[in-house]
């Protein structure tokens, strides 16, 4: 195996990225934070490509927490603005190449015309099967929990039925596999309320590069070394 190839047996099923450093890239640059937030959409768009080429079969980005509503609300506005142009602008491009949107999360909140344009991404590319890009956008990992909880309640589940296979069977992510590996950038060590049910068991792989630098080739040697962890999901070792 080279860096620039990962084997094929080594490559995770799912990868999760937490985006993180558009603001503080661009504050280097003497930019606005929203010149930051259109440099890292643009990034999703080369790294998707290269997740797809290596044989990934899910990438979940975390584009917009729940949390992300108590910022600014010019840099909200300017979000949900750069997020709509988006959809506008790939949406074709990413069906073309058989990319499936999967969207996680609750659209309570957003305006009418981003929920149309999501929708109508998703209806475009649901049958698609190359790659599943995985869009959590006003997500949360507790909010995931609590909702899938209430489904179980009213679907009238007693205490003693309850089993966490029903509970990920009511997840945003049902039907997924759990994330293999989890990339962070901008060297924060923390979740964020980021899949914190699923990510029970995932690797994880934090660099200090800032989301819009994070490059193929950084992707390639976050999975070189996941290639060489040794996963026991809580069991031990053969040795």
């Known amino acids: 195996m080279t860096s620039d190839q990962p084997a094929r047996s080594r490559v995770p099923r799912h990868i999760a990225v937490i985006m993180d450093g558009n603001g503080r890239w661009a504050k280097r640059r003497g930019l606005p934070r929203l010149a930051g937030h259109r440099a890292g959409v643009e990034n999703i768009r080369r790294i998707l490509r290269e997740c797809a080429d290596l044989g990934v079969h899910y990438l979940t980005i975390y584009a917009f927490s729940t949390e992300n509503w108590s910022r600014p609300s010019a840099e909200v506005e300017g979000l949900m603005r750069i997020f709509g142009e988006f959809l506008d602008r790939e949406t074709r491009s990413l069906h073309a190449e058989g990319v499936k949107i999967r969207h996680l999360g609750s659209m309570q909140g957003v305006s009418p015309s981003l929920q149309r344009k999501t929708q109508a991404a998703l209806d475009m590319t649901r049958n698609n099967q190359r790659i599943t890009l995985c869009v959590a956008f006003n997500y949360g990992g507790r909010a995931d929990i609590v909702n899938a909880v209430r489904a179980l309640l009213a679907e009238g589940v ?82």
Request: proline share 6%; net charge negative; aromatic share 14%.
């Open 158 to 239: 007693g205490a003693d039925a309850l089993s966490e296979q029903m509970i990920s069977e009511r997840l945003s992510t049902s039907g997924m596999p759990d994330p293999d590996l989890i990339i962070r950038t901008s060297g924060e060590w923390r979740l964020s309320n980021f899949l914190i049910w699923q990510a029970a068991y995932s690797e994880y792989w934090v660099t200090p590069t800032f989301w819009p630098d994070f490059s193929p080739e950084l992707l390639r040697q976050a999975l070189d070394e996941y290639g060489q962890r040794e996963r026991r999901f809580g069991g031990l070792t053969n040795t």
